[in-house]
Each structure stands twice: as structure tokens, then as C-alpha cells.
Nanobody, 124 residues
Framework: QVQLVESGGGLVQPGGSLRLSCAAS????????MGWYRQAPGKQRELVAT???????????NYVDSVKGRFTISRDNTKKTVYLQMNSLEPKDTAVYYC??????????????WGQGTQVTVSA
């Protein structure tokens, strides 16, 4: 009922930048929160950054310590889209990045949806 489409991954050299995008569509009444998680080979999926939706402010954000000061999450309420600007990328950032969205459907059911994942590889 709720679909997430990610884009923007790829190969980048250390110190480079990438911007990920994730657009939500489907039977959405409201979105509470969107965010990004990542999973490196042999490791568990971890939270990267989240942002709240709704309201006129820019949204409340949360980051894992390892990306603070380098990554910035932002949103576009009207487009139901979340972005992750990643600067000063390091090899340890290499992972599959997954978009997440949570909220209410038009049938007033809670939803928790995941995107298909986009590969980010940081290598010289």
C-alpha cells in the first residue's frame, strides 16, 4: 500500500559526496517519520538518520554519532520525500542504504515501509 523509491547511490572516492533521495507513494494519510538505515556486509542494519514530518518547521532530526557533521537529512513534505546529503564520505560508509517511512494509511492503519536499498561504495 505504501511504496518507497530510492535513488542516488553509487561509487565515490573518499572525501566525496553523494545525495540520496527517497519518495513515498501510495495510500498515505500522514507520515510521522522517515529516515535512512544502512547495512554493511556481515553487519547488522543500523540507523543513520531520521527526521519527523508534519508541521511548518524543518522537522526534528536524529543521527548516529559516526555521521554527525558529515551527513544531513532533510525532507519535502509536499513531495513526501526525504533526502540524505552525505559529505566527506569514508570507506566505512560503504553499505546498502535503506529508506524507511512510518505513518498512517488512508484506512487509519499504521504502516512501516522500507525501500529496496541503494548501494553506496566509497573507494579509491
Amino acid at each position: 500500500q505504501v511504496q518507497l523509491v530510492e535513488s542516488g547511490g553509487g561509487l565515490v572516492q573518499p572525501g566525496g559526496s553523494l545525495r540520496l533521495s527517497c519518495a513515498a507513494s501510495g495510500s498515505i494519510l500522514s507520515i510521522n517519520r522517515m529516515g535512512w538505515y544502512r547495512q554493511a556486509p556481515g553487519k547488522q542494519r543500523e540507523l543513520v538518520a531520521t527526521i519527523t514530518f508534519g508541521g511548518s518547521s524543518g522537522g526534528s532530526t536524529n543521527y548516529v554519532d559516526s555521521v554527525k557533521g558529515r551527513f544531513t537529512i532533510s525532507r519535502d513534505n509536499t513531495k513526501k520525500t526525504v533526502y540524505l546529503q552525505m559529505n566527506s564520505l569514508e570507506p566505512k560508509d560503504t553499505a546498502v542504504y535503506y529508506c524507511y517511512a512510518g505513518g498512517l494509511t488512508t484506512k487509519w492503519n499504521q504502516f512501516h515501509s522500507w525501500g529496496q536499498g541503494t548501494q553506496v561504495t566509497v573507494s579509491a
